[in-house]
């Protein structure tokens, strides 16, 4: 990976059938991407599934990914979002060590990075924060000080704020039925 590679995330709209994130991906490995983030779920019906990637590349490689994608046969839409007009969201569960010398400081970290407790016993705390992936960066290294026993992420998920896009992809939903 070069010094010029950026991050990208890539929007996709699919059939939900069996061997379709296995093609999607061996587009991305034949041009040298790096996947940092996968998030996939069922849209509608269950017949379809949105897909947000978070990619490392070149920018240069970046439109002949996005091409490839589009000619997929399972593959409806496929576009980039560039930060924009978009809202972004990531979620993170983290499970701490605590002792009662500590609690009270994780507590006000907590509220003060609008996190939820789930969960709190005399020896653990599980933590669920959500927001845009610097916030999430943030709250994971503001929380590292202290002795974390399990950590996951949801990957980013990312949506346009306007009907646009949304009009084109159920257009393309339309006419592949």
């Not at 970290?109 to 996190?115: G, P, W």
Request: proline content about 2%.
């Amino acid at each position: 990976m070069s010094s010029s590679d950026s991050l990208h995330t890539i929007a996709l709209f699919v059939a939900n059938k069996p061997g379709v994130l296995l093609r999607i991906t061996l587009v991305f490995s034949r041009r040298g991407f790096n996947i940092e983030s996968l998030v996939v779920s069922s849209a509608f019906d269950g017949h379809y599934s949105r897909m947000t990637i978070t990619a490392k590349g070149s920018d240069d490689t970046l439109d002949q990914i996005v091409k490839q994608l589009a000619k997929l046969v399972d593959v409806i839409d496929a576009h980039v979002h560039d930060g924009g007009n978009t809202v972004e969201r990531e979620l993170a569960l983290i499970k701490l060590a605590i002792t009662v010398n500590t609690r009270h400081d994780i507590m006000q970290l907590v509220s003060h990075f609008n996190a939820k407790t789930l969960h709190l016993s005399p020896e653990m705390i599980l933590i669920e924060v959500s927001g845009d992936s610097s916030h999430v960066d943030m709250v994971v290294d503001t929380l590292s000080d202290y002795p974390v026993i399990e950590l996951v992420r949801s990957g980013k998920m990312v949506m346009g704020k306007t009907a646009e896009k949304a009009a084109t992809g159920n257009k393309r939903l339309h006419a592949r039925k």
